[in-house]
């Protein structure tokens, strides 16, 4: 489970600035897409090319009963052909949101073997702030087909029965990305029929709290002590949300900070809160 390293073809890491992605915009194989999911589906403006990748959609498995299930090797290399992605390409993923949904977009592009990939920081709020070009047209593509090919790395998305044994391994953490309330159990849950908590074990560090007022992501060193002040000193992090997509914004802000074992729960709390047999704690967490 632990990710490759990134800066390859030129990107300036996991995450890349509106004026690095501004000063490139339009370069040969320089591929932008919109990840944004919810009621920024497919809606206005877009940063002028984008491309849709499409969480709601084509890269999530539907024949889960779960949300946003990761599409199995063959599903994810059609879906990324079909939107003209090339081996050789360097991709940059943002969201409506800020830093949301892209991430999961990242992450899955790693966890299925494409490293010259990049979120952008802030997302489409920063592109706007910052005064750069937008269509009016949502994101999409109707050119050729790529020839990207999904090698899958296998831990890098992981099930309940892996994280059942992270949590009761002392070297591992597994952190939820979810609101204190939902976390605690004293929110509600907004997909009908999960139970309220956590995962008994689980420590609370809301998604958030890795962005600063702006909606960009914190230096390295703030977000190595955001981990540290939750995590104590365990390297191996393993990370869970509502359906695993915002546990992916943890395990953007762990590889900026230099975490390398990393997994994301797949099912995440849309799985474990369901009416069964697993175990549910509510309230606060006593952190490390």
């Known amino acids: 489970m632990t990710p490759p390293e990134t800066g390859s073809a030129g990107l300036p890491g996991p995450l890349a600035g509106v004026d690095w992605v501004a000063g490139r915009l339009g370069n040969p194989g320089l591929v932008l897409f919109d990840a944004s999911v919810g009621a920024h589906r497919g809606a206005s403006p877009r940063i002028p090319g984008a491309r849709p990748?499409?969480?709601d959609g084509d890269l999530s498995d539907h024949t889960s009963a779960l949300p946003h299930t990761m599409p199995d090797a063959q599903e994810f290399t059609e879906a990324l052909r079909a939107i003209g992605v090339h081996e050789s390409d360097t991709v940059i993923v943002y969201d409506a949101q800020g830093i949301y949904s892209s991430a999961r977009a990242w992450w899955m592009l790693?966890?299925?073997?494409?490293?010259?990939?990049?979120?952008?920081?802030?997302?489409?709020?920063?592109?706007?702030?910052a005064g750069y070009p937008v269509e009016a047209d949502a994101a999409a593509y109707d050119g050729p087909r790529g020839t990207f090919t999904a090698r899958p790395r296998p831990g890098l998305v992981v099930d309940a029965d892996s994280v059942v044994a992270a949590l009761g391994d002392p070297r591992a953490a597994v952190l939820d990305a979810r609101t204190p309330g939902r976390y605690a159990g004293t929110a509600p849950e907004p997909r009908p029929g999960l139970r309220g908590g956590h995962m008994p074990g689980s420590l609370s560090l809301p998604f958030g709290e890795l962005v600063n007022g702006e909606g960009l992501m914190l230096p390295s060193a703030e977000l190595r002590t955001t981990f540290e002040s939750v995590a104590g000193n365990r390297e191996q992090l393993y990370f869970s949300c509502g359906s695993g997509v915002t546990a992916c914004v943890l395990a953007l802000g762990a590889t900026l900070a230099g975490y390398r074992e990393l997994a994301v729960y797949d099912g995440s709390w849309s799985e474990w809160g369901l009416p069964s047999e697993r175990p549910v704690a509510t309230g606060a967490d006593s952190g490390p």
């Open 53 to 55: 990748f499409d969480l």
């Open 110 to 129: 790693r966890a299925m073997g494409f490293d010259r990939v990049a979120v952008l920081d802030g997302g489409l709020p920063a592109w706007i702030a």
